[in-house]
């Protein structure tokens, strides 16, 4: 699978761009704010049909267009190969009401110019991409993590990707029910279809995340390995809001203790729950919060408020790493969803990173580069050209980008 | 607020869909249109309160005490569709495939908007499968959260009374109104209607 144009009016900074991309390795060099991340943005924009970055899909039109088109619009398009097939992508952004309305966008997502919901994108282009601030999935708030699993899970399970829709409607219907409920006698009727809901959503998310989970730690802990020469042992955890497994039926903590003091290096993960005894344990639970949801008018239990941990040697990465260990980590994560993305859709992801070599020291720049080049496309983007020895931009497409403008480079010519 | 330009543009951005601005144009449009068009309107609307009102019976839109549905003998007297709104009765009549009784519920369950099931015309329609000789009650609300919910609610509230409970087959397009459901569309979502268990 490869992206083998890209088309871009409106975009960012971009008033038009048309871009032919090559199989391999793909660099963009340019200064800051001359539309490097934008770019990659657009990219990621057509594979999921989010934005990563923006708040308010406004944000992606460009000023201009506002000013001089009739009507306002922006448009990313693109052309996916895979297996001897071409599938157009692409999404415009329509001014509603024209230039000066100051009403909202329309959005609409094509597939081979047919008219398809935004989630009917995912999966066609698999994308990983890393950006600088990334490193906030290791050092950032849970959300930052939940972000992450979302997207991920998203890309390899539509399906994923409609129950986490349904579930978020579902979290803030049911809040405002139990917020209604607050000094009166709580419908029955309407708490149960509410539950029910919750939990009917909520249990697929939390099996999925469960099983997404088990193999990102065996796959992070490789990549990590590899990345830091063997020091220290990580492990990805999940922490999920609902206690999957009831406490009574927890290994005794002095028995534990007796069982790591045998055979220390032994680490046996949490079993995978089957959909059935999570949504049984669901139930269970929102029925001895009933009283204590109603009175805070919110649902205090669900994947909304899951947690994933990385732990270097048993230590929380979050909290006890450095600066240094945890863009480590945000590394290998990355590198190891390259492998997962693999595995579920049997294509290797266009690997997206933003600037992240100037970041690393030379042995960790060695290990990137040579999962670059294990992909079928990369696109890579810097300030300097100099964080590329002169062999691996010898085999790479050059571009530089000014003001929202690409130009073919090679980089010897000043 | 006794300035009638002022009066007619907050009048007309009380509707729904409509903002500020295109209240003025509306009310600047009307100012400068022959008397005719402003007075046609102002008349329409007076009698639309005046003359229609809510059928006794199923609560659509009436201008006597039974809607024309309600009144015709030749409808099917076992059979309640149950809809969220009149204008749902407008789209399921054209399809020309259902020849039963209706039931307007003026809305639906809404958390977000504070609407409950005590907002909704749900006690009259237990009464009326209490009271009619009904055999099937066809879940018509819409195919969203909120549509849903009430869906569910009602079939709940329904099941002791030993009747039929049906709702409205899959295929409408999720999360949007039976209103702009196509004729076709909506005929075979009636025709594939399943019993909610
Ligand atoms: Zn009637």
Redesign the interface.
Same mark, same amino acid.
């Given at each position: 699978m490869y992206l083998q144009h890209i088309s871009l009016k409106n975009f960012r900074n971009y008033l038009r761009l048309e871009l032919d991309l090559p199989q391999g390795v793909t660099v963009v060099q340019g200064r800051n704010a001359q539309g490097k991340t934008n770019l990659l943005e657009a990219i990621a924009y057509l594979a999921t049909g989010k934005s990563l970055r923006a708040l308010t899909e406004r944000e992606l039109v460009h000023w201009l267009a506002f000013e001089q088109e009739p009507i306002p619009y922006a448009e990313v398009a693109g052309d996916v190969l895979r297996d001897g097939i071409v599938t157009r992508l692409r999404i415009v952004l329509t001014q509603q009401g024209g230039r000066g309305s100051g009403s909202g966008l329309r959005k609409v997502v094509m597939i081979n110019g047919v008219r398809q919901r935004a989630i009917d994108l995912l999966g066609i282009l698999p994308i990983v991409l890393f950006l600088p601030e990334d490193i906030s999935l290791v050092s950032g708030p849970p959300s930052a993590r939940r972000k992450y699993l979302n997207l991920l899970l998203c890309q390899i399970d539509r399906e994923y990707c409609s129950h986490l829709d349904a579930y978020t409607k579902v979290v803030t219907r049911r809040n405002a029910q139990l917020r209604s409920f607050q000094g009166k006698r709580p419908d029955p009727t309407l708490l149960a279809f509410w539950n029910d809901a919750l939990v009917e959503h909520g249990t697929y998310i939390i099996h999925r995340r469960q099983e997404i989970i088990a193999r990102l730690d065996e796959l992070v802990r490789e990549q990590h390995r590899i990345l830091t020469a063997g020091h220290g042992r990580l492990r990805v955890e999940y922490r999920p809001s609902l206690t999957l497994i009831p406490p009574s039926t927890q290994v005794p903590k002095a028995q534990l203790a007796l069982a790591l003091a045998k055979e220390p290096v032994a680490y046996t993960p949490p079993p995978i729950l089957p959909p059935h005894k999570i949504r049984k344990r669901f139930q269970e639970t929102l029925n001895t919060l009933q009283r204590e949801e109603i009175e805070a008018g919110a649902t205090l239990v669900g994947p909304h408020r899951d947690e994933m941990a990385f732990l270097l040697d048993g230590r929380d990465v979050r909290t006890f790493g450095s600066r240094g260990q945890q863009r480590t980590v945000a590394l290998a994560v990355k590198l190891a969803e390259v492998q997962l993305i693999e595995e579920a859709l049997g294509t290797s992801p266009l690997l997206l990173l933003d600037d992240v070599m100037s970041e690393l020291d030379e042995e960790r720049r060695a290990r990137v580069l040579h999962v670059v080049r294990q992909v079928p496309q990369a696109i890579l983007t810097t300030t300097d050209w100099d964080v590329f020895d002169a062999d691996f931009l010898a085999h790479a497409y050059c571009l530089q980008v000014n003001e929202g403008i690409l130009t073919e480079k090679t980089p010897d010519t000043p | 607020m006794s300035d009638p330009i002022e009066r007619t543009i907050e009048a007309f951005s009380r509707l729904p869909g409509i @903002?500020p601005?295109t209240a003025a144009r509306l009310t600047y449009f009307l100012l400068r249109a022959p008397n005719d068009v402003a007075l046609d309107l102002a008349d329409a609307l007076k009698a639309l309160k005046e003359e229609i009102h809510y059928c006794r019976r199923c609560f659509n839109v009436a201008q006597g005490e039974l809607c024309s549905i309600c009144a015709d003998p030749g409808r099917d007297q076992h059979t309640i569709c149950v809809v969220e709104e009149p204008l749902d009765i407008v789209a399921i009549e054209r399809t020309g495939a259902y020849r039963g009784l209706y039931h307007v519920l003026h809305g639906a369950? *809404? =958390? %977000?908007a *504070?609407v @409950? =099931?005590e907002d909704l015309r749900i006690n009259e329609l237990v009464e009326r499968v209490q009271k009619e000789e009904v055999r099937e009650v066809i879940l018509a609300t819409n195919p969203n !959260? #909120?549509g #849903?919910?009430t869906a !569910?609610?009602i079939a709940? %509230?329904l099941e002791p009374l030993g009747v039929r409970i049906t709702r409205l087959a899959h295929g409408l397009p999720i999360g949007g109104d039976l209103e702009y459901a196509d004729q076709q569309t909506l005929a075979q979502a009636l025709e594939g209607r399943r019993p909610i268990s």
């Open positions: - | @903002g601005k369950i *809404n =958390p %977000l *504070n @409950g =099931p !959260m #909120e #849903e919910a !569910m609610y709940r %509230l």
